[in-house]
């Protein structure tokens, strides 16, 4: 039985229904695709295929978080209106696509065109997931904290970021060709610079907005969030890394590279969670009056 | 075809919740789970503070924000604008919550006897949802068909709500819309509702 | 027994609480699907409240008493399992009828019956069950609900309850009530009129020490300090007489006894016991009812050496030391307030002005004070009503259109109408009065629980009952009580603390409980009996014509209440098994003698003593008497409803009535006269001094103490979705009540409260000299800053209410039972008390 015991207060209310199975699909359904993009950009076919592994967890997941797993598959029903149908797809899509391209990169036997196309649409696949839960949550009219255009693209540059660090973790293990930690680490630079801009902006934006939305940025900026948010997702995921890795990145490469960058890595792939967490505790409805 | 609507007068409410509970009798709604509720805070300070009361249900809205994120279609709006729920082709993937500013919408787990560890012979014979959906105000699409009134607004004392079509300019609705200046609910989030609020 | 197919609707009448509204209950293959109001009800009008709504979860309530049950453990307390063991019913009325035999031979006295039950109360029990057995110990009800007022009403009216013209009214003054807005009675007719009534402009001014639902939906919510409201009121008085001048002299002259003579000591001046009033054009003395006097209401008039005054002068004067500034200081109220208020009830009356219904020009006086529960259920309550009463009467707002009323006071077609006295005032007719004597007194030695005449002004002496018990000896009585019979009565909640409940009952011998669950009561009971849910019973008329009904539903009605299914297990009508126990005990003939009489039984509808008949029986031949042979029993069961219209004259019977309304009360004296005496019998003390001609504001208990920690006062108030602890164990109504911010909490100023060092939702202990209690704090800003307030009656803890057990806060605990703390006039028990309030750490 339900007990929520604000249900009959006009009041704002925080949404309750996406709990952490969203929140974790969120953040390794959009680090998966950005591994497998990545990978497909470097041409490391064990790497993609760790990215569509991980999606295919990160989505298994998601059927957990549904009343009726049993019905999954009606979830492809409605792509014209709903993005989470469309985001059905676009995983179905990756999968296929990602999977003939691994098999065909270690088979490597496909005809130059087939391949450059299969790429092609496995590289879209991948972008489209990292972006569609951006959609998912942008265009709510319930929660205004979420509705802001910065959503997908700050979805985009996170789960690159994710997709990177998780490239760079695994790269120990993965068979040849070896990786270049360097210039994945300089990307980093970029990616990390580039999220805490739009994070930065995004907060700003929204304390200008709706009753609920001023009441989220509070959360996170003075409330219950803060420190989890300006210490965990700001301090620790953005700022710590881009000032330890700023002074060396540009000197001749590092010695020891591994341990350094892994380091900065797990550091920022925390930072990423908890922005996927808190933006979802952090949804608040307006009040009805 | 008809766009049915509800007017509710919040200066005759009086907070009874008999609307609450007529819905929940009608409907044989789970423990914990209300489609009509009756909301409430307090304005100003004391001695000049008062009591406000706003009964809320599903606003049928004309552009339903849940419809439109719902992936399987089971949430659907028939012709006379009554926004409602397949249960048999529901996921609940609680999308269509997130979606809903009016939080006109409550995901069942399956839990709905009101005494614990016995289902009484009412809920055997009424309670048939499948566990796992979401569920909402039916706008008693049922009696509607037949002609009849909600069982909230039927039953509420101050007959403060008022059901009819919308599209109609003679019923007492678009009456009450025309005359008093009636408003819905966050007007801002461009659902187009179809439960409007006068006085209050 | 239903078909596969059945689908049926049945006529009935919810009895979730005391309005009676008649429903459909609508049975689909033996379950009942859904209830609805009955459109063809004059009172629901097809619209129920929550709780009727919810009645239908509650008949399937797995925690229902289906067989009798007997105790096997002889200790009784608080959460000492009685160890319950089943029993046949024939088992059961045989161990009962043998304790009532020998009890009933000994001194049938010893004999107590404590109900509630409308119906049961009403037509059988008290007048007719307990009489035939020989008790007079059968009229144990509530300790604070209309004791305070019944008595004011008696005295000027003649009706029982109180209510108020909602067709006409244009300004009502609830004073500590919440009627129309889903409390008090006749809940649904009167919410529903009065949202018409507001919807044409209504002015309603809600005076309470809480922001209730009422108080929501005033025009003006005035808070006041409790206790206080008889300043309020008598100092309203003194603003319209003399401030303002703003009073209805044509209807004090003649339609009340404000011309009558009074001399220095108080009483009436008068020629062959008629009271004399002074005749301005003759200048002498004439008797009241004199053809042609112009009547002197002001002035003081020498007659035969005797000095005197017109009784008007006199409440002129005596209301003149209430000043609204000393009012303001007693009441909290700002003195402006107080003026500005006095004035628009004075104007809104509009005095001299009238209104054509139904051909017939009769008096407009579009005003109304309502008291109810809360105003008056302090000590000198009864003051305070009778206060009120006399400004409605000063304005004229009384029996006639807009104004305040009671119900049918003239009953339909003239069936009832009031007495008169030689002095020509008004008394209960004789359908409402049951045995009010109000103006020849016996100071006889009083020989029942409720010590009637030591308290002669009175309807109701439950308190007494439980003091008699509890203290035995404190007032000599011939006889010790040994065996009670409880039915829809929870004398453990309802009353005062608890754990002094308990004692009480534990010294009875035999505890008999009628019950659906095993509650507070029952817990106590030696013998428990399953009686039917409303939807299994067979009830006539439960909405009764002549106490309740109010005139808002517009007719005069009869309808019943019928079963829908059958009860579960072997539960019955107690009715039926009182009426069995007394054909075992051999009284039943008596019975039916006096269902002759009291019910007006016609040939060829009498009852044979010699016969026995089925309740069905009984109840058609009531039917027929009363209606004619077409509209028997089964007449109603099929149509629910006998209505008649109501003719202007049972509307606003005022104008149309010969007998006065007295604002003046000469016959308290003699009644204060014969309370001494009756104490000096008794070996009683007695404080007699409320015993006065004109009411008076004096401080109650609570406004008295208030020396700090005690610095705050608790009251209590009703919710529109629960009723008494009745519809605690309903678990919709219960989870509508944990989601309802006010319900299950305990209000404290939020001011006050942070004072205290509280914060919204932290636990709290409210503490009174006679218990504590524990809640959660729900600071607001709608309860006055001096007042804690705890709503209904909750806090169960009975095994058999798992629904109910532990929700909410019990009010009750906080009040003891002393005769400090009751109404020595009504013997009402004051329901506020002070207390200490501090964090539960
Ligand atoms: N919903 C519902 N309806 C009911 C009942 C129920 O339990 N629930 N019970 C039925 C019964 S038995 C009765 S007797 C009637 C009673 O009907 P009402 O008397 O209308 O109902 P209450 O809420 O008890 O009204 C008492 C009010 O007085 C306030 N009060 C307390 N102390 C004071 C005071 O000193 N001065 C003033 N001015 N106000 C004060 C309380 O805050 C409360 O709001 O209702 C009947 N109808
Ligand atoms: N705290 C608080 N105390 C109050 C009041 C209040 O508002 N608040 N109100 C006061 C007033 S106005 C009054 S009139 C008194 C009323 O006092 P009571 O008459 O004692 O009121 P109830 O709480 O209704 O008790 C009724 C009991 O009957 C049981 N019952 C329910 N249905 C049935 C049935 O069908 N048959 C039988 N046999 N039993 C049944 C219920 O379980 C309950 O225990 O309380 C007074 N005390
Ligand atoms: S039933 Fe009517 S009056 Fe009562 S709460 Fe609902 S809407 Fe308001
Ligand atoms: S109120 Fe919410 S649930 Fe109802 S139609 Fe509108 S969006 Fe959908
Ligand atoms: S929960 Fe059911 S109704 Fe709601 S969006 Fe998902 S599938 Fe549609
Ligand atoms: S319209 Fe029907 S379903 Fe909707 S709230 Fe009213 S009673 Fe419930
Ligand atoms: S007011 Fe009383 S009788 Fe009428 S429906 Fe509500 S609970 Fe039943
Ligand atoms: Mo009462």
Redesign the interface.
Known sequence: MSRRFDEFLIDVKPQREWGWLVITYLFLGGAAAGLFLVALYIGHAWAEGLGLLLLVLATFLLLLDLGRPGRFWRAFFRPMTSWISRGCYFITFLVLLGAADVWLGLASTAPEPLATLVKAGAALAAVAVMVYTGFVLSPSPAIPFWNSTFFPVIFFAYSLLAGIDFLILASPLLPPPPIELAPLEKAQFGLALFCLVLVVSHVSVMSRSAVAARKSIELLTRGRWAVLFLGGVIGVGLVLPLLVAGPVLWRSSVPAMFAFTATLALLRLFGDYLFRFLVIRAGLYDPLL | MARYGMVIDL??C?????C???C???HAT?????WA??????V????A??????P?LCNHCQKP?C????????TYKRGDGIVLIDYD???????C???????AR????G?GA???G?T???ET??QDF?????MKCTFCADRVDQGLDP?CV???????RIFGDLEDPESKVSQLIAQKKARP??PE???EPSVFYVGG | MASPTEDVLVHTICDMCFAACGIIAHRRNGVVVKIDGDPNCPASAGKICAKGQAGLIGLYDPSRVKVPLIRTNPTKGIGVDPRWKEISWDEALDLLTEKLKKVREDDPRKLVISTFDQVALSYFIRPIWAIAFGTPNADWAGYFCGNYLHASMYLTNGAFHSDFDLDHCNYVILLGNQQGFMAGLNATVMARKMAEARRRGLKVVVVDPVGTNAAAKADEWVPIRPGTDGALILSMINVLLNEIGCYDSDFLASRTNAPYLVDAGGSYLKIDGKPLVWDECTDQAVPFDEEGAVVALEGSFVVGEIACKPAFQKLKEHVASYSPEKAASITTIPAATIRRIAREFGEAARIGSTITIDGQALPYRPVAVNIYRGAGAHKHGTHTALAVQILNMVVGAFYVPGGHRGPNLVGPDGLWKPGETKEGLITPPSAIGHGARYYDFEDRVPEDLGLSELFPISTNRSPMYQMNLSHPGKFPLPYKPEILIVCRRNLMMNNTNPGEVAEMLRSIPYVVSFATHLDETAEFADLVLPEAYYLERFDLFPNRPSHTMSQATGYFYWGVRQPVVRPVGEARRWIDVMLELAERLGFLADVYKMFNVKWGLKDPYKLDPSRRYTMDELYDRWCKSLFGPERGIEWFKSHGYHKLRRKPQENYPGPFLKARFPIYFENMLRAKQSVAKVAVKLGQKWDTSDYKALPEWKPCPAYENGAPPYDLYVVNFKIPFHALSFTTENPWLNDLAERNPYAYKILINSATARRKGIGDGEEIWVESEAGRVKGTAKLTECIHPEVVGIAGVFGSWAEGKPVAKGKGVHFNTLLPLNMKRIDPISSGVDSCIRVKVTPAA
């Open positions: 200066n005759s009086i907070g009874c919740n008999a609450t509970i007529a929940k009798a009608e789970p423990a914990g789970i209300f509720k009756v909301l409430e805070k307090e100003g300070k004391f001695p503070a008062r009591r406000v009361f706003l809320v924000a419809m439109e994120v719902c992936p399987t279609g089971a082709q529901c996921i609940g993937c609680r999308s919550m997130e979606a809903c500013p009016y939080a409550s995901f069942y787990d839990n009101y005494y614990p016995f009484t012979p009412y014979m009424r499948a566990e796992g959906v979401v069982a039927q039953t509420c004392p101050t007959e403060c609910l966050l989030k461009g659902l």
